[in-house]
């Protein structure tokens, strides 16, 4: 008789834990960079989204599906009770995030483009472009990079919070 007591209260645990934390509920927080991402893009340029040739519609989704396993597993890594990984994956996801949103907002609030291969040919040498431009705009970028930044962080608390994996 004995054993079954850890057997129900290990049941017993496993509800609580479910019902406090339902798999909707991990998914959703697990989706939302990929659907901020989304939302910032369709912020930005809705018109010319909406004006996409119907081929262009499927690599966009499967950009999108791409985006939200990327940024979903690096905040479920992150999102970990414990270990050094989980450390490790929260610096990796809110730098990618800061980077990559941040620069991509910033580059079309000044060019009305994505920071793509059409937009880097476009320069001669991006490197001092890069650099120069930072120079002489720096502030107009940090306030590019902090939202990006601040939203990233909250995340990975959130996935703390609510996913645990």
């Known amino acids: ?5 850890p ?23 697990l989706a939302l960079p990929a659907l901020l991402v989304v939302a910032a893009d369709l912020w930005m340029r809705a018109p010319r989204v909406a004006a996409f040739p ?7 989704g499967a950009a999108i599906l791409e985006s939200a396993i990327l940024w979903g597993a690096l905040l479920a890594a992150a999102s970990a009770r414990r ?30 483009t994505y920071l793509n291969l059409d937009a880097t040919l476009f320069g ?11 120079s002489a705009d720096g502030a107009h970028f940090l306030a590019s990079v902090a939202p990006p930044l601040l939203i990233a962080l909250t995340l990975v608390w959130l996935g703390r919070k609510l996913v645990r994996t």
């Open 83 to 112: 270990g050094l990984v989980r450390w490790i994956a929260a610096g990796i996801f809110v730098a990618l995030a800061t980077i990559s949103l941040g620069t991509q907002l910033y580059f079309y609030r000044q060019y009305s």
């Open 124 to 134: 001669t040498n991006m490197a001092d472009s890069v650099f120069g431009q930072l």
């Open 7 to 29: 057997i129900a209260r290990l049941r017993r645990w496993s509800r609580g834990v479910l019902a406090r934390r339902p798999v909707a509920r991990r998914l959703v927080v």
């Open 1 to 5: 008789m004995p054993p079954a007591q």
């Open 54 to 60: 119907a081929k262009y519609f499927g690599s966009y």
